[in-house]
């Protein structure tokens, strides 16, 4: 009840006020949006050529080759492309293996894969260790610059220079410490 003596009040106000005027032209004005469609029907090889058309009209991104080759070629983010992928590829074939062992009788389980590797020469093992480790840390401690990037921190050339520098440096640290030193 109140609420609507509120509201009646708050109506009388407006109705004797100024804005009046545009209240009415407000009441007018059409809430609907009309927009003028047409549709025509094309046939598949059409529409094919509608799109060719269109992407031809698309921007084209440069190619790599236009940049200088020691800021973009295998600098840091490149490296960390190439680690994730490596990342991903060594998992997805441990997996895959994993699943087709039971089949084909091979035991990969984990006292068998350690088993195996304790068998190795101990240059092999380290040289295993590396090659897992350094993609492994490298991405990681990669990912950590990025995230700095998110925070707009680190774009000049020279702090760029400077991360990439300390990154690869802690990354072979890291590695070595991952290899030998647990």
């Not at 509201?7 to 004005?29: D, E, H, K, V, Y």
């Not at 020691?70 to 293996?97: E, H, K, N, P, V």
Request: hydrophobic content about 45%; overall charge positive.
């Amino acid at each position: 009840m109140i609420a609507q003596r509120v509201g009646i009040a708050a109506m009388r106000r407006t109705a004797f006020s100024q804005n009046m005027p545009r209240l009415a032209m407000a009441a007018r004005i059409s809430t609907t949006q009309v927009r003028p469609i047409e549709t025509t029907h094309l046939s598949p090889p059409e529409g094919q050529d509608i799109l060719a058309k269109q992407r031809l009209q698309r921007p084209i991104s440069p190619h790599l080759g236009i940049y200088k080759r020691s800021q973009t070629w295998f600098s840091a983010s490149a490296w960390t492309r190439i680690t994730g992928c490596t990342l991903s590829g060594a998992a997805y074939a441990y997996f895959l293996t994993y699943l087709i062992a039971p089949l084909a009788g091979f035991h990969v389980e984990s006292q068998s894969l350690v088993a195996g590797f304790a068998a190795l020469p101990f240059a092999v093992q380290g040289l295993v260790k590396i090659g897992l480790g350094f993609p492994f840390v490298f991405h990681f401690i990669n990912g950590m610059r990025h995230l700095s990037y998110d925070l707009l921190k680190g774009f000049a050339k020279k702090q760029i220079r400077a991360s990439e520098r300390t990154i690869l440096g802690l990354s072979l640290l890291s590695t070595l410490y991952l290899a030998f030193g647990l």
